[in-house]
């Protein structure tokens, strides 16, 4: 799923593309897109935008006649920038802006069809799309420091829950985790002040650092290479790579759909975290360091 740095880039270079300018058609290519009637969607046809945000992982394009195009990605999601004309009907395409000098494709490579658009009037009508978390950037330490502690969760789920903090997701919790030296399963509510301000300095620089690497590698483009699985990521995606930092093997929870990566020597004093699934099957087999991991493998 785009996260922070990825949805903020696609707002500034749609603010550069359409900012001023009006939709001149929208074409769908998908019956479970637009999520509303009222008011219904072909009234952004002719509308000039004013302005584009972001609310957390969304996307709202402020249109004329107090209209809000409202835009979740979800995992699969991605937005292009084509030639006038595009079809609406090409490979995972749900939906085409039509706009002066080309067209916003909006695309979904899953079949199960989670991506969005709703269309309301009012700014008022903005507020059930605002889970409530915090702005990671915007916050001083006080304010992060409130928030760690305000519920007990695991740090993993403290940083992604966005009624917590606004945009953070699965990839770049765990580069924050992994630049923090914290483990992923570590109860928010036991981190002493030190351990807060690690975590708050991790989080400020790595959600800056790749939107400054993104934006510079988009310049006056678009960004259509998006994705959850960066090259110069230190533990996301990188599971059984050799650490950058020390050159253990990056190690992963699985839940679900969802897959935690972490430095087990960097970020946990050498000892593996169970994998729910794996540590239910294997019991007191289950490795508790990686040099039980590797004896194991060995033998």
Same mark, same amino acid.
């Not at 992060?144 to 966005?162: G, M, N, S, Y």
């Given at each position: 799923?785009?996260?922070?740095?990825?949805?903020?880039?696609?707002?500034?270079?749609?603010?550069?593309?359409?900012?001023?300018?009006?939709?001149?058609?929208?074409?769908?290519?998908?019956p479970?897109?637009?999520?509303?009637?009222?008011?219904?969607?072909r009234?952004?046809?002719?509308?000039?935008?004013?302005?584009?945000?972001? !609310?957390?992982?969304?996307?709202?394009?402020?249109?004329?006649?107090?209209?809000?195009?409202?835009?979740?990605?979800?995992i699969?999601?991605?937005?292009?920038?084509?030639?006038?004309?595009?079809?609406?009907?090409?490979?995972?395409?749900?939906?085409?802006?039509?706009?002066?000098?080309?067209?916003?494709?909006?695309?979904?490579?899953?079949?199960?069809?989670?991506?969005?658009?709703?269309?309301?009037?009012?700014?008022?009508?903005?507020?059930?799309?605002?889970?409530?978390?915090?702005?990671?950037?915007?916050?001083?330490a006080?304010a992060?420091?409130?928030?760690?502690?305000?519920?007990?969760?695991? !740090?993993?789920?403290? !940083?992604?829950?966005?009624t917590?903090?606004?945009?953070?997701?699965?990839?770049?919790?765990?580069?924050?985790?992994?630049?923090?030296?914290?483990?992923p399963?570590?109860?928010?509510?036991?981190?002493?002040?030190?351990?807060?301000?690690?975590?708050?300095?991790?989080?400020?620089?790595?959600l800056?650092?790749?939107?400054?690497?993104?934006?510079?590698?988009?310049?006056?483009?678009?960004?259509?290479?998006v994705?959850?699985?960066?090259?110069?990521?230190?533990?996301?995606?990188?599971?059984?790579?050799?650490?950058?930092?020390?050159?253990?093997?990056?190690?992963?929870?699985?839940?679900?759909?969802?897959?935690?990566?972490?430095?087990?020597?960097?970020?946990?004093?050498?000892?593996?975290?169970?994998?729910?699934?794996?540590?239910?099957? !294997?019991?007191?087999?289950?490795?508790?360091?990686?040099?039980?991991?590797?004896?194991?493998?060995?033998?």
């Open positions: 799923m785009p996260e922070l740095p990825d949805v903020e880039i696609y707002r500034e270079r749609l603010e550069a593309k359409l900012v001023g300018g009006p939709i001149e058609a929208f074409r769908s290519g998908s479970f897109l637009v999520r509303t009637f009222d008011p219904p969607i009234e952004i046809v002719g509308a000039e935008v004013r302005e584009i945000r972001r !609310l957390g992982k969304r996307l709202v394009w402020a249109l004329d006649g107090d209209l809000f195009l409202v835009m979740h990605l979800m699969a999601g991605r937005l292009r920038w084509k030639k006038a004309g595009a079809s609406p009907r090409g490979r995972g395409v749900v939906a085409v802006f039509d706009v002066p000098g080309g067209c916003v494709v909006f695309t979904e490579a899953s079949k199960k069809k989670r991506a969005s658009l709703h269309l309301v009037r009012g700014e008022e009508a903005l507020a059930p799309f605002d889970r409530g978390g915090l702005e990671p950037l915007a916050i001083d006080t992060f420091a409130e928030r760690v502690r305000l519920e007990r969760h695991t !740090l993993k789920r403290t !940083l992604t829950d966005p917590l903090f606004s945009g953070i997701g699965n990839a770049y919790s765990d580069e924050i985790l992994f630049e923090a030296r914290l483990s399963v570590r109860m928010s509510t036991a981190l002493d002040d030190e351990a807060i301000e690690r975590l708050r300095q991790a989080t400020h620089a790595v800056t650092r790749f939107t400054e690497r993104i934006r510079a590698e988009v310049g006056d483009g678009f960004p259509d290479k994705t959850a699985f960066r090259d110069d990521f230190a533990v996301h995606g990188r599971y059984k790579a050799p650490c950058r930092v020390c050159q253990s093997p990056i190690q992963r929870i699985v839940r679900g759909d969802h897959e935690t990566n972490y430095c087990a020597t960097c970020q946990n004093e050498g000892r593996l975290l169970a994998d729910r699934a794996l540590s239910r099957l !294997l019991k007191t087999d289950w490795p508790r360091t990686l040099e039980e991991l590797e004896e194991r493998k060995r033998t």
